[in-house]
């Protein structure tokens, strides 16, 4: 079992930097690879980033690519997500989730499906 909680949300203005955490529980957490999700009101979840286990692999959504950083460390068992050049339209509740299964595959990592274990979530307001 694991454990996610999400932090470092918050209203801030656009063209700003956030940088999202979640911190996991559990002894395997460095085996997990680790996603990060956006809920918008009335929309579906969407993929924003993932790193696996080792960290040597990441993935981004083309919405995000080249403004946000996800990165990893295993001896504090939390992932981050550095947001740079926040948009209004990256408003959205920001999930972290922990997949226990690897795949070589990197579509595998973008779908909800694909993740075991989710956090509650972290509101981010990005106001114009």
């Known amino acids: 079992q694991v454990q996610l909680v999400e932090s470092g949300g918050g209203l801030v203005q656009a063209g700003t930097s956030l940088r999202l955490s979640c911190a996991a529980s559990g002894r395997t957490f460095s085996s997990y690879a680790m996603g990060w999700f956006r809920q918008a009101p009335g929309k579906e979840r969407e993929f924003v980033a993932a790193i696996r286990w080792s960290g040597d692999y990441t993935y981004y959504a083309d919405s995000v690519k080249g403004r946000f950083t996800i990165s990893r460390d295993n001896a504090k068992n939390t992932v981050y997500l550095q947001m740079n050049s926040l948009k209004p339209e990256d408003t959205a509740v920001y999930y972290c989730?922990?997949?226990?299964?690897?795949?070589?595959?990197?579509?595998?990592?973008?779908?909800?499906?694909?993740?075991?274990?989710w956090g509650q979530g972290t509101q981010v307001t990005v106001s114009s």
């Open positions: 989730a922990a997949a226990r299964t690897y795949s070589s595959s990197s579509y595998y990592y973008t779908i909800p499906g694909s993740y075991d274990y």
